[in-house]
């Protein structure tokens, strides 16, 4: 197995204060990482704030908090807590995020998102390094700020990046990439464009597992986050970028035409068996080592399970020391 072996938090449906015995486990079972996100749930650094009592070794990351809905000084402010808490062992992923969440969620214009991404990433390196920032961005203007507490040991500073130009700025100015709704088989035509990237250059990957042998259950709940996600104007650019346009056309003309029900209906089996990995334990374990295969640093898995799965067990099956022959349940 690899040397990095992530799982994100929290899982669905667990209370935050369960994950307790969880997260200590799934250490002790050989998970090297616990990611958060931040979408419409929990935030994405409480999680890793309790993970890093929980699981004291770990490495904790933000995968990833939107450029748009906390301000520059924020994010650095945050960083540089978690910094504190896990010193050496956090890195903040930022990224562009979507239209839904920044505009419809959180009233914000979504104007020019790789060059408030480009910033962010600009003004957090510069801070949190200690340095007082103070001039014009291209899409803020930040006076005289200088963090109080500069951590001891900088955080590292990942990019969420899905087309050229933005892996293009990860490799030239980020520490590491964040990636996310790709299959193994497109890593070559994405990491082609990390090739600039120093050695110490972090590659992590965000890879959807539902956790069944079911491979109906699993298409059905895949094809479920493929119609809702896929759709958005950035991932179908890169699944188009990608080579998918000919698989996934009839579903983003269905949708763009309001026809909901029709759309989930035209993602084909075989997309849904690219994005979404499922099959017995071993063979999940298997399909994450190719991505390891491919180029990525850091595999994370993000769970999402069937109703009814207990979900302590499904992490115990994927971790590096399960056993061959072990069940989701």
Same mark, same amino acid.
């Given at each position: ?7 994100? &938090? ?5 209370p ?7 997260? %200590?486990?799934?250490?002790? #079972? ?10 419409? /749930?929990?935030?994405?650094? !409480? ?10 070794s ?12 906390? /301000?520059?000084?924020? &994010? ?10 896990a010193?050496g062992?956090?890195?903040?992923? &930022? ?9 419809a969620w ?46 001891? !040991? ?21 520490? /590491? ?23 110490d ?13 079911? +491979? ?11 119609? +809702?996600?896929?759709? !958005? ?10 080579g998918?346009?000919p ?14 029900k ?13 994005? &979404?990995?499922?099959? %017995? ?10 991505y390891?295969?491919?180029?990525v ?8 399970p ?10 115990a099956?994927? #971790? ?8 989701? %349940?």
């Open positions: 197995m690899p040397s990095r072996w992530g799982l994100t &938090i929290p899982l669905t449906n667990v935050l204060t369960d994950h307790a015995r969880i997260v %200590s486990a799934a250490a002790d #079972a050989g998970f090297t990482d616990f990611w958060s996100a931040e979408t419409n /749930g929990t935030d994405a650094f !409480v999680p890793l704030a309790l993970a890093a009592g929980w699981a004291p770990a490495h904790l990351g933000t995968a990833i908090v939107p450029v748009f809905t906390r /301000g520059p000084a924020l &994010i650095a402010m945050s960083a540089a807590t978690l910094a504190d808490v010193p062992r956090f890195t903040l992923g &930022i990224g562009a995020s979507s239209p839904a969440i920044v505009n959180n009233g914000i214009d979504f104007a020019d998102p790789f060059g408030r991404a480009r910033d962010v990433l600009r003004f957090v390196r510069r801070a949190l390094a200690g340095e007082m920032v103070d001039g014009e961005f291209d899409s803020f203007t930040i006076r005289r700020f200088k963090l109080e507490k500069v951590p001891e !040991v900088r955080p590292r500073v990942s990019l969420a990046a899905l087309r050229r130009g933005m892996l293009r700025l990860a490799a030239a100015e980020a520490d /590491g990439v964040i990636l996310n709704w790709l299959a193994a088989t497109d890593l070559p035509q994405v990491t082609a464009e990390l090739k600039e990237a120093p050695a250059f972090d590659v992590a990957a965000r890879i959807f597992v539902c956790p069944t042998e079911d +491979a109906a259950t699993a298409r059905a709940i895949g094809k479920r986050l493929i119609a +809702a996600y896929l759709t !958005v104007p950035v991932y179908e650019k890169f699944h188009r970028w990608l998918r346009g698989a996934l056309d009839e579903t983003w003309r269905l949708w763009a035409a309001g026809d909901r029709g759309a989930l209906a035209a993602v084909p089996d075989s997309v849904a068996d690219e994005l &979404i990995l499922h099959g %017995s334990p071993a063979s999940v374990r298997a399909q994450l080592q190719s390891v295969d491919g180029g640093k850091t595999p994370v898995a993000a769970l999402i069937p109703p009814g799965t207990d979900l302590a067990a499904a992490v099956a994927l #971790a590096p020391t399960a056993k061959e022959d072990a069940t989701w %349940s």
